[in-house]
């Protein structure tokens, strides 16, 4: 198995599908600007200890999955297409893993749908109340958040994104020009519309309840989009169990940057259900 698509009403899914077809199966959530390619090297050594893993570009990116109204990118829509996805590849329950956009989604499908979640794997990005908590009190998130008002705003920012030398200076290093530019040929090929769409689709999250399903939050302490105070805050919204794992010096693009981490810590929470 490898690159496919999955269709789901009208719009049609780039999913990379690696590993055992009958091996208990990972979905893997990237977040903005990347795309499943971000999962490469974690999808590889998860791979390599027998585990089936399912790395879909999320709506918006692949070119067949780009809907025009904003309101199409909320968040009830982007988990109704992973489970759409899990569902089409036959996929009853998963190991979910996010990361940023990812991990907002994986939080929802861990709270929402626990009979689909075998454990939660969150990297970069805490349970979204804890987050927008923090960026309404602490004064280091707010200052991290500013971005927010800008990508909500629709015109030059589109374009911005689409030229690609603001995400390069972000991303370019600590990712490679190998690993960069999958991403930027989606963002310069049609995405950055509908990727920034899902800032201007984003409600709030305060009312999201606990996890219950055996929880994971991987951050790392050079993140300059995500704060301490979230991270530290994490814990109050699981009531199942719990691990906060703490990187050093690894800055927000984990799954690329440290993927024998990320790889360790899933492939932990799987052992312990």
């Excluded at 927010?148 to 200076?169: H, K, S, Y």
Aim: glycine share 8%; net charge negative; with cysteine.
């Amino acid at each position: 198995m490898a690159l496919r698509k999955v269709t789901l009403g009208e719009l049609s899914f780039d999913v990379s599908d690696t590993g055992p077809e009958e091996a208990p199966a990972v979905l893997l959530l990237h977040g903005f600007p990347q795309s499943y390619r971000c999962w490469d090297g974690v999808a590889q050594r998860l791979n390599s200890q027998g585990y089936r893993t399912i790395a879909p570009n999320q709506r918006g990116y692949s070119a067949g999955a780009r809907p025009l109204p904003v309101s199409d990118y909320g968040v009830p829509a982007l988990v109704a297409d992973a489970l759409g996805i899990l569902d089409s590849l036959g996929v009853a329950q998963a190991h979910i893993a996010g990361h940023d956009w990812g991990g907002v989604l994986a939080w929802h499908l861990a709270v929402q749908h626990p009979e689909r979640t075998r454990s939660l794997v969150a990297v970069s990005m805490p349970h979204p109340a804890a987050w927008e908590w923090a960026r309404e009190n602490d004064p280091d998130q707010q200052h991290s958040s500013r971005y927010l008002a800008e990508f909500r705003r629709e015109g030059e920012i589109d374009q911005v994104i689409a030229a690609g030398g603001r995400l390069r200076a972000l991303m370019v290093p600590p990712l490679s020009d190998e690993q960069f530019a999958p991403h930027q040929a989606l963002m310069s090929g049609g995405a950055a519309t509908p990727a920034l769409n899902w800032y201007r689709a984003m409600g709030s999250f305060r009312a999201l309840g606990p996890s219950t399903v055996p929880t994971t939050y991987l951050w790392s302490t050079a993140d300059t989009a995500l704060g301490r105070v979230g991270a530290e805050r994490c814990r109050r919204h699981v009531t199942g169990p719990y691990r906060f794992v703490e990187l050093e010096g690894i800055t927000h693009w984990v799954p690329e940057t440290a993927p024998d981490a990320v790889a360790r810590e899933i492939l932990s929470a799987a052992e312990r259900t």
